[in-house]
Nanobody
């Protein structure tokens, strides 16, 4: 059974920073790529950032480019969020794409940015 555990959310003032962490464990698997998504109240879930297993390909939503950085180490993916804005307030979800198994999602962690 595959498990994803997220941590690192919280309340921060505008301009502050947070780092989100997501660890995958369970069955023997191969990770193809990892990513972060977010969902604000009343809105659809949206893409934030992704990184492939080799770490060579990273993609960001325009809204976070230059402020957020995605990285990985073994079975853990990180999202460093700097210069946070109130519009970054959302529940953040990690997603792992495991070869032969498909997509797995974390439980979500709340990020709240006050103005």
């Amino acid at each position: 059974q595959v498990q994803l555990v997220e941590s690192g959310g919280g309340l921060v003032q505008a301009g502050g920073s947070l780092r989100l962490t997501c660890v995958v464990s369970g069955l023997t698997f191969t990770i193809d790529d990892m990513g972060w998504f977010r969902q604000a109240p009343g809105k659809e879930r949206e893409f934030v950032a992704s990184i492939n297993w080799h770490g060579g390909d990273r993609y960001y939503a325009d809204s976070v480019e230059g402020r957020f950085t995605i990285s990985r180490l073994k079975n853990t993916v990180y999202l460093q969020m700097n210069n946070l804005k109130p519009e970054d307030t959302a529940v953040y979800y990690c997603k792992f794409h495991l070869r032969y198994y498909g997509d797995y999602w974390g439980q979500g962690t709340q990020v709240t940015v006050s103005s």
